[in-house]
């Protein structure tokens, strides 16, 4: 459990974490490397454990020394165990890296945050166009590359994150090249990119909507610092606006973070970028955000919606919400009802009335960035929030409460 005392007003310096949606990926990809990697800056989440433990059931030797990951890949197997699979949904990743380490794979279906149906069949069709056969057997994936990964031209109808990253790993050792045409663009995807290169990969176009993967034989290990993580980023900057604070980020790629000032700049706060750190000022009281649509990068993020949905909530004035990307993806919003929230949903839309104030409730994280809306609003309400299932929020979040403890709010673990 989460509890927080509220109000308060955040001030002071914080460090911005390692990206957990880039580490999933690198360490998926440092299995595809002879020899060393050595990962700085790696968040210390519950779904990098998870990562790492898919990496030792696989024969590889994982060590941990503050932020610090250092794997030796040398795999040996090349299934995953069901509970792994279950525990998170980016486990998915692993099927092109190990297919491709290891000429076959074996792993369950991806469980996950509950955000409504989450298929995999853009993985699963570009996968076969590389060259994988690939058949159900008892609510598992079997993996074949009989003849070997070979280049394909492959063209997504969603720029999937997760496929993207999938085809990438799959093709980066392999005869011939591969192209993918709309492509995701997210941030996460140029620095996985950066590393495959690094260790002698041929990648290019990453971050944008068009990659070309030139395939290579042998890939070996390399230093790689991961990227800040955006959505923590934008996590605290909500805090402090909720909480009319002022807070300075640092350790943060602010051009990571343009796409995501609107609702900021909408509300009545100040953001200074200043080189690798960010600067926010908030008003006494926020105005409404107005309008925020859920798009692939650099459109708004749907991981940063529910975040701003808090701010929404104690905003004066009527903030509109369209969720594109995911179809289960309000469920943060009874529990911000039970706050004192005015919020009225109808399929992907949400209205939101900013109400002068919040108030402090039992309330239950159901999802990742779900449960780190309440730990925003719990900050801007008045008295005790207790927020129960936790569990999701310490997958994405390194520390949060004593991050924003350090920050002035009284928050701890019960
Ligand atoms: C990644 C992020 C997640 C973020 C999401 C969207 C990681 C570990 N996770 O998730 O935090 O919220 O990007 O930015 O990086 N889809 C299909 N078929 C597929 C794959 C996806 O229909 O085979 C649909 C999904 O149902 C969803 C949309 O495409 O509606 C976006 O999914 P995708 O970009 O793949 O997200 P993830 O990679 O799962």
Same mark, same amino acid.
């Given at each position: 459990?989460?509890?927080?005392? %509220?109000?308060?007003?955040?001030?002071?310096?914080?460090?911005?974490?390692?990206?957990?949606?880039?580490?999933?990926?690198?360490?998926?990809?440092?299995?595809?490397?002879?020899?060393?990697?050595?990962?700085?800056?790696? &968040?210390?989440?519950?779904?990098?454990? $998870? +990562?790492?433990?898919?990496?030792?059931?696989?024969?590889?030797?994982?060590?941990?020394?503050?932020?610090?990951?250092?794997?030796?890949?040398?795999?040996?197997?090349?299934?995953?165990?069901?509970?792994?699979?279950?525990?998170?949904?980016?486990?998915?990743?692993?099927?092109?890296?190990?297919?491709?380490?290891?000429?076959?794979?074996?792993?369950?279906?991806?469980?996950?945050?509950?955000?409504?149906?989450?298929?995999?069949?853009?993985?699963?069709?570009?996968? +076969?166009?590389?060259?994988?056969?690939?058949?159900?057997?008892?609510?598992? /994936?079997?993996?074949?590359?009989?003849?070997?990964?070979?280049?394909?031209?492959?063209?997504?109808?969603?720029?999937?994150?997760?496929?993207?990253?999938?085809?990438?790993?799959?093709?980066?050792?392999?005869?011939?090249?591969?192209?993918?045409?709309?492509?995701?663009?997210?941030?996460?995807?140029?620095?996985?990119?950066?590393?495959?290169?690094?260790?002698?990969?041929?990648?290019?176009?990453?971050?944008?909507?068009?990659?070309?993967?030139?395939?290579?034989?042998?890939?070996?290990?390399?230093?790689?610092?991961?990227? &800040?993580?955006?959505?923590?980023?934008?996590?605290?900057?909500?805090?402090? +606006?909720?909480?009319?604070?002022?807070?300075?980020?640092?350790?943060?790629?602010?051009?990571?973070?343009? &796409?995501?000032?609107?609702?900021?700049?909408?509300?009545?706060?100040?953001?200074?970028?200043?080189?690798?750190?960010?600067?926010?000022?908030?008003?006494?009281?926020?105005?409404?955000?107005?309008?925020?649509?859920?798009?692939?990068?650099?459109?708004? &993020?749907?991981?940063?919606?529910?975040?701003?949905?808090?701010?929404?909530?104690? %905003?004066?004035? $009527?903030?509109?919400?369209?969720?594109?990307?995911?179809?289960?993806?309000?469920?943060?919003?009874?529990?911000?009802?039970?706050?004192?929230?005015?919020?009225? /949903?109808?399929?992907?839309?949400?209205?939101?009335? %900013?109400?002068?104030?919040?108030?402090?409730?039992?309330?239950?994280?159901?999802? /990742?960035?779900?449960?780190?809306?309440?730990?925003?609003?719990?900050?801007?309400?008045?008295?005790?929030?207790?927020?129960? %299932?936790?569990?999701?929020?310490?997958?994405?979040?390194?520390?949060?409460?004593?991050?924003?403890?350090?920050?002035?709010?009284?928050?701890?673990?019960?």
């Amino acid at each position: 459990m989460i509890i927080i005392d %509220g109000p308060a007003r955040l001030s002071g310096e914080i460090p911005v974490q390692g990206a957990k949606n880039s580490t999933l990926p690198l360490l998926a990809a440092a299995l595809l490397c002879k020899g060393q990697t050595v990962l700085y800056n790696c &968040p210390d989440l519950s779904d990098v454990d $998870t +990562a790492v433990k898919i990496l030792e059931h696989l024969g590889c030797s994982c060590s941990r020394t503050d932020d610090r990951l250092i794997i030796d890949s040398a795999p040996t197997r090349c299934d995953v165990p069901p509970d792994l699979m279950r525990e998170m949904r980016s486990s998915i990743v692993f099927l092109g890296a190990i297919l491709s380490r290891c000429g076959e794979a074996k792993m369950c279906f991806p469980g996950g945050c509950e955000l409504g149906p989450r298929p995999i069949d853009l993985h699963l069709s570009a996968l +076969a166009k590389l060259g994988a056969e690939i058949r159900e057997e008892g609510g598992c /994936l079997v993996a074949r590359a009989p003849g070997g990964i070979h280049g394909a031209y492959i063209s997504l109808s969603f720029p999937s994150v997760g496929a993207t990253e999938n085809v990438m790993l799959a093709a980066c050792c392999s005869e011939g090249t591969t192209v993918i045409a709309n492509a995701a663009r997210e941030p996460e995807i140029a620095d996985l990119a950066r590393y495959l290169n690094r260790c002698g990969g041929r990648i290019y176009g990453a971050g944008e909507s068009c990659i070309i993967i030139d395939g290579v034989q042998e890939l070996y290990g390399a230093e790689h610092r991961v990227m &800040p993580d955006r959505i923590a980023a934008v996590t605290y900057m909500a805090a402090a +606006a909720v909480t009319g604070g002022s807070i300075t980020l640092t350790g943060v790629d602010n051009a990571h973070i343009m &796409p995501m000032l609107s609702p900021f700049e909408e509300s009545g706060c100040v953001v200074r970028p200043l080189g690798g750190a960010l600067n926010l000022m908030a008003p006494q009281r926020l105005r409404a955000v107005k309008h925020i649509r859920t798009m692939p990068y650099p459109g708004f &993020p749907t991981d940063a919606q529910p975040v701003v949905m808090s701010m929404a909530a104690v %905003g004066e004035g $009527t903030s509109i919400f369209v969720e594109n990307i995911f179809e289960n993806r309000y469920k943060h919003a009874a529990e911000l009802a039970r706050m004192g929230a005015s919020i009225k /949903l109808e399929g992907k839309v949400a209205v939101v009335e %900013g109400v002068e104030a919040l108030h402090g409730a039992p309330v239950t994280a159901w999802d /990742l960035r779900g449960g780190a809306a309440l730990v925003v609003a719990g900050l801007a309400a008045q008295g005790r929030t207790e927020i129960t %299932g936790t569990w999701h929020i310490r997958r994405g979040y390194e520390n949060i409460t004593g991050r924003l403890a350090d920050l002035g709010a009284r928050i701890r673990e019960g």
